[in-house]
């Protein structure tokens, strides 16, 4: 597989040179013939150097490709940059596989990519394609074919279409709507899986803070909200060396998700034979373990009192002046 690869590589880095360098050189094992990169600025001077040489790793790309730079002297915060970055690079191509500069692919990471990009181009239903498998400590995980269609947009290693992205909402606008007519209530099932999303989108709505950090809640949302589905591998293809310090958001290195191993895609895939969401199982494993949701019994008696007996929840929640409920 030394040929060069033809499908748009889109990039994003900050201040971290080691993990930057080591995403390269996986990229370098295809090369792309293009190759878009995202970078923010610094927040001070002493970052602005850590910055400045993540931006020149970029430099060593020694093969022939057309590599177009994004990079802002503001710092603009993770959600901003991010957004905006892949709203510059969807104006020039219709198609992308984007990584960020902790996610290291496995080479067959891309080829997979490159397939199901071209399979599912002209299917809206089909908005995402995810390198990650967080299945790993699912007992009970079964996929027959090389990737599940899921409800879940995972984006530690991902690929997508400019008509999915075209519908994207970084400050969510549509979300008081959706929320009014019980949008959710039709796409998920599960209660505690609705609460906490729309925990989620009201706070990123409603709140500046809420969406410097994040842009893939909105991307999350975005699938959702379009009845869209999103395409699992079997196996995982994706580990995130990202954590530990000068991490953002992924700060804990016991984290479960950190450095997950990775395996190579068996070609040629296996494809499903119809497009429905068919491992509701492997999803309902990812809501609850690696979200967290409803997880340990403090959290599933809440949840069941403010759902099933919200008069007696409210009331309880007066008694105790600290809100433990």
């Known amino acids: 597989m030394t040929k060069q690869f033809d ?31 995202i970078a923010d600025g610094a927040r001070n001077a002493e970052e602005k150097i850590k910055c400045d040489a993540a931006r020149a790793v970029v ?4 093969w022939e490709c057309e590599v177009k730079k994004n990079f802002s002297e503001m710092n603009m915060n993770c959600g901003p940059r991010i957004a905006s970055g892949l709203e510059w690079a969807f104006g020039q191509v219709d198609r992308a596989i984007i990584l960020e500069d902790d996610c290291l ?26 390198g990650l498998n967080t299945q790993q400590g699912n007992k009970k995980f079964q996929c027959a074919d090389s990737y599940y269609f899921s409800q879940v947009a995972q984006t530690w290693g991902w690929a997508t279409w400019r008509r999915a992205f075209d519908s994207y909402e970084f400050f969510l606008d549509s979300w008081p709507e959706m929320k009014r007519n019980k949008k959710l209530d039709k796409i998920l099932a599960n209660y505690a899986v609705r609460e906490y999303w729309s925990n989620l989108f009201d706070n990123i709505h409603d709140n500046k803070k809420g969406r410097d950090g994040t842009w893939d809640v909105q ?20 580990t995130n060396i990202g954590f530990g310090e ?29 497009i429905k ?17 409803n ?23 007066k008694i105790f002046k600290k809100n433990t409920l």
């Open 7 to 37: 499908v748009p590589i889109l990039l994003t880095v900050y201040r971290r040179v080691d993990t930057t360098e080591k995403t390269l050189n996986a990229i370098r094992q295809v090369r792309p013939k293009q190759l878009f990169v």
């Open 295 to 317: 997880k340990g019994a403090r959290k599933k008696v809440k949840s069941f009192l403010r759902h099933s007996l919200p008069g007696p929840y409210r009331w309880l929640k």
């Open 105 to 130: 692919p496995e080479e067959s990471f891309f080829y997979y990519c490159r397939e199901l990009l071209e399979k599912y181009k002209d299917n809206p239903k089909i908005m995402q394609i995810a």
């Open 277 to 293: 969401f068919n491992n509701p199982q492997a999803d309902n494993y990812t809501f609850w373990y690696i979200y967290d949701i």
């Open 219 to 238: 991307w999350f949302y975005n699938v959702l909200i379009h009845d869209g589905v999103s395409i699992a591998p079997k196996r995982n293809l994706i």
């Open 246 to 274: 000068g991490a953002g958001s992924t700060v804990n290195v016991l984290d479960q998700n950190a450095n997950m191993p990775r395996y190579p895609m068996e070609f040629p895939l296996q494809h499903p034979r119809e």
């Open 59 to 62: 430099d060593q790309v020694d």
